[in-house]
């Protein structure tokens, strides 16, 4: 086998080094990862950057051209990603858009959500925008966390407090691809940021979201999991249980303890089990009957994520307390429908 470029390769490899070598800031040299730990100034050099090389066809540049991309071949892909780390080029702030979402939209979206989505997802502005946002609201209300044991801090219903966040609560273009997973009309049950802190050091232990709510008649509910920033293992990405999405009638579990979900049923023990590192700007839905845990945060950095949780629009309360619902002065029986609780499309 003949290993070596051929002529039209190494002329691509000149082509790319002299652009880099013509437009590369000389302030964003080195700076490979920096989308990973940049502060709110650096982040949008970043975003502008990625729109210069964007602008030059250098972006999602293996996307076939209906898409927007050059259908370029692994091979150029392979020089491109060369040259940039020879030039000392950024990365793209939205890796995970590019390289993953993208491309599954591509081959299993219907044409509808690829006009609607695609287009959108070469940009980074959303995700610098909300990564902003949220680790401006973290500062002002961290003390207000529900969990004060170490685990994660968590913030309930931030979009009736933040404008900023509010948007990405009740985003429409999450909100439509939740509805065609679930398959019925849903509504926002609440929102929630959820922080490991640096070095939390802590697991939040395998569990299902679905008993600690206080709902009842309905016929689905699922979380949107965002994540503002690159959240690799380490950082405390997420495990799920394969094939339990079907599971109902379990009691809550404890998040501190890893054998509270495998006492209520050992068989799950021997389940598969998935773990999705994702980068920043990254959604992953997941049933509120499946089983997750989230690994401890061993970074320098906080590990935040903003979740959308849906619920089935026509569901109804319980009668359980709940931190939602306990000021809203509900009646067991009641539909869980006013403005507390939008459709969001």
């Given at each position: 086998m003949n290993f070596d470029f051929s002529e039209q390769e190494e002329a691509f490899r000149k082509e790319v080094r002299h652009w880099l070598e013509t437009?590369?800031?000389?302030?964003?040299?080195?700076?490979?990862?920096?989308?990973?730990?940049?502060?709110?100034?650096?982040?949008?050099?970043?975003?502008?950057?990625?729109?210069?090389?964007?602008?030059?066809?250098?972006?999602?540049?293996?996307?076939?051209?209906?898409f927007g991309g050059r259908g370029a071949s692994i091979v150029e892909m392979?020089?491109?990603?060369?040259?940039?780390?020879?030039?000392?080029?950024?990365?793209?702030?939205?890796?995970?858009?590019?390289?993953?979402?993208?491309?599954?939209?591509?081959?299993?979206?219907?044409?509808?959500?690829?006009?609607?989505?695609l287009p959108r997802i070469l940009t980074a502005e959303e995700v610098a925008h909300f990564n902003a946002a949220a680790k401006a609201y973290l500062e002002r209300n961290r003390a207000s966390s529900l969990h004060k044991d170490g685990v994660f801090t968590q913030l309930v219903n931030v979009w009736q407090h933040d404008d900023e966040m509010k948007s990405l609560t009740l985003h429409p273009r999450i909100a439509r691809v939740g509805e065609q997973l679930a398959g019925i009309p849903l509504r926002i049950w609440h929102d929630q940021m959820l922080v490991k802190e640096p070095h939390n050091d802590a697991a939040t232990e395998f569990h299902q979201d679905r008993p600690y709510w206080p709902h009842q008649d309905d016929r689905g509910s699922l979380s949107?999991?965002?994540?503002?920033?690159?959240?690799?293992?380490?950082?405390g990405c997420m495990t799920f249980l394969s094939e339990t999405q079907h599971l109902k009638g379990f009691r809550p579990q404890n998040l501190r303890?890893?054998?509270?979900?495998?006492?209520?049923?050992p068989e799950l023990r021997w389940l598969p089990r998935v773990t999705l590192p994702l980068r920043a700007g990254d959604c992953t839905f997941h049933s509120s009957y499946t089983g997750h845990m989230a690994l401890p945060n061993r970074t320098d950095l906080a590990r935040i994520a903003h979740v959308n949780i849906y619920m089935d629009?026509?569901?109804?309360?319980?009668?359980?307390?709940?931190?939602?619902?306990?000021?809203?002065?509900?009646?067991?029986?009641?539909r869980l429908d006013s403005e507390t609780f939008p459709r969001t499309w």
């Open positions: 437009n590369l800031p000389d302030d964003l040299r080195g700076r490979a990862f920096a989308s990973s730990r940049a502060d709110r100034d650096e982040v949008r050099r970043l975003r502008a950057w990625q729109k210069t090389m964007h602008a030059a066809g250098y972006v999602g540049m293996d996307w076939p051209r209906e392979v020089i491109l990603y060369q040259e940039m780390a020879r030039a000392e080029s950024p990365q793209f702030v939205n890796r995970g858009g590019i390289s993953m979402l993208g491309p599954t939209l591509m081959k299993h979206g219907t044409p509808a959500q690829q006009k609607r989505f949107a999991w965002i994540a503002l920033v690159d959240v690799p293992p380490e950082r303890d890893e054998e509270d979900l495998f006492e209520v049923d629009e026509a569901t109804r309360f319980n009668g359980n307390p709940h931190v939602v619902t306990s000021p809203l002065g509900l009646n067991a029986g009641d």
